[in-house]
C-alpha cells in the first residue's frame, strides 16, 4: 500500500456546535471531493479503518486526573475554555482519534503503507498533558509518537508542525525530549501567542524545539524558503528515522481564522519536499495528522486532496482552487512578506546555530 487513509465515520460525529469552525463538514466535504477526483480510482490510496487508543496510550502524554475530567464530562458534557466544549461522548470520539493517528504510525513504521495520513476529528496539537485548548482534547500526533517510542523503539523523529497556529501543547510535551524535534512554522501575531524563535527547549532538549514565526500574508514563496533554509537542513543534521507532521491546512489563503495565503498547489509542493526528505533519510516512513482548516465551504477539501495526492506519488499539476478564489488570493498575499520572513530565518538560523552545525557559518 503506498498512502492509507485513516478514516472512520464515527470522525463525523463529533459536534461542540453547529456553527463551530471546527464541524464535521470539514471531513464530510473532503471525502466528497476525494470521490469526485477518483483519488480512490489508483488503489495508490486506500482507506483504512482506525483502532482505538487505550488509556495506557494516552497516560503516555495525558494525566490520569485529566483523562478522568474528560470521561466524567463526556456522559453529560462540560467546558473547558471558551471555544473547547465537552460535548456528550467526546471521550469515545478523542480515543479514536488518539487511536487514528496510531494506527498511521503503526501502518508506517511496520511497513504495511509506505505513508499515512490520519484524517481524525478532533484536533490536537494544543493539547497539553494536563489540559485541553483551541478545539483539542488530546495530543493525537504525540501520542502517537510516544506510542512509537514505547512500541516499536525509535529514538530520532522529526514532528513538523505547519499547522497555523503554534502548537504549543506538543511543544510543551516534547520541550525536554532531546529524541524528538519540533518544529513549527506558524502565523504570528495568532492564538496561543507561543512559538518565538527564542523558545528552543530546555535541560536535555534544549535546541530541539525550533519555532519559526510567519507574518500575515505570508504565501507559497515563504514557506518553501523555510522548508529549504531551517527544515531540510536540520533535518540532515538530526537524522530522524520517522517524520510525523500536523499537517493544518489553515494556513490558506481562504481560512476564515487566519490571514495567511499559502496555497493548494503550495501544500502539494510541501508535502512533496517532505516526501523526498523521508526518502532520503528515513527510507520514506512518514505520516500525518490532520490538525486544523476551517475554509469548510471552500478549499479545505482541495488542500487534504493536494495533500494526499502528493503522498501518494501522484499527478498535482491540476489541483487548484476554482478560479473565482484568485481575487481573494490578491487580497491576502503580501509580496513583502518574504522580506520579512528572511529576516526571521536569518535570526533563527542565528538562534539555532548553538546547537545545529548546518547553521554555523
Not at 215 to 234: A, H, N, Q, R, T
Amino acid at each position: 500500500m503506498r498512502t492509507a487513509l485513516v478514516f472512520h465515520k464515527s470522525y463525523l460525529e463529533h459536534e461542540q456546535t453547529p456553527t463551530h469552525p471546527e464541524r464535521r463538514e470539514r471531513l464530510a466535504y473532503t471525502l466528497d471531493q476525494f470521490m469526485e477526483e477518483g483519488i480512490f480510482d489508483s488503489n495508490f490510496v486506500k482507506i483504512v479503518s482506525p483502532e482505538i487508543a487505550t488509556e495506557k496510550d494516552v497516560l503516555a502524554v495525558h494525566t490520569q486526573n485529566y483523562l478522568d475530567f474528560l470521561k466524567k464530562n463526556s456522559r453529560s458534557g462540560g467546558v473547558i475554555d471558551w471555544d473547547t466544549v465537552i460535548p456528550v461522548g467526546l471521550y469515545e470520539g478523542a480515543m479514536l482519534a488518539a487511536g487514528g493517528a496510531i494506527t498511521a504510525a503503526k501502518l508506517v513504521a511496520d511497513g504495511i503503507a509506505e505513508n499515512a495520513f490520519a484524517m481524525v476529528r478532533p484536533p490536537g496539537h494544543h493539547a497539553k498533558p494536563q489540559v485541553g485548548a483551541g478545539f483539542c482534547y488530546l495530543n493525537n500526533i504525540a501520542i502517537a509518537v510516544k506510542w512509537l517510542q514505547r512500541e516499536r523503539g525509535y529514538r530520532r523523529i522529526l514532528i513538523l508542525d505547519w499547522d497555523a497556529h503554534h502548537g504549543d501543547g506538543t511543544q510543551w510535551i516534547f520541550y525536554r525530549d532531546p529524541t524528538v524535534l519540533f518544529i513549527s512554522l506558524h502565523q504570528m501575531p495568532l492564538y496561543p501567542g507561543t512559538g518565538y524563535p527564542e523558545e528552543v527547549g530546555e535541560d536535555e532538549g534544549e535546541g530541539y524545539t525550533i519555532n519559526v514565526p510567519l507574518p500575515p500574508g505570508s504565501g507559497d514563496e515563504c514557506y518553501l524558503m523555510i522548508f529549504e533554509e531551517i527544515v531540510k537542513p536540520v533535518a540532515y543534521d538530526f537524522r530522524p528515522e520517522l517524520i510525523a507532521i500536523s499537517a493544518g491546512q489553515d494556513n490558506h489563503f481562504t481560512d476564515p481564522l487566519t490571514s495567511l495565503a499559502l496555497t493548494a498547489r503550495g501544500y502539494a509542493e510541501l508535502m512533496k519536499r517532505t516526501k523526498k526528505l523521508a526518502e532520503e533519510l528515513c527510507d520514506g516512513k512518514m505520516f500525518a495528522v490532520l490538525e486544523g482548516g476551517y475554509s469548510v465551504e471552500g478549499a479545505l477539501p482541495y488542500t487534504n486532496l493536494a495533500i494526499v495526492a502528493a503522498m501518494a506519488g501522484l499527478d498535482t499539476e491540476c489541483i487548484r482552487e476554482p478560479e473565482n478564489y484568485m481575487s481573494l488570493l490578491n487580497s491576502v498575499l503580501d509580496p513583502n512578506a518574504k522580506y520579512r520572513v528572511r529576516s526571521t530565518v536569518e535570526k533563527v538560523k542565528k538562534i539555532q546555530s548553538k546547537y545545529w552545525g548546518c547553521f554555523i557559518r
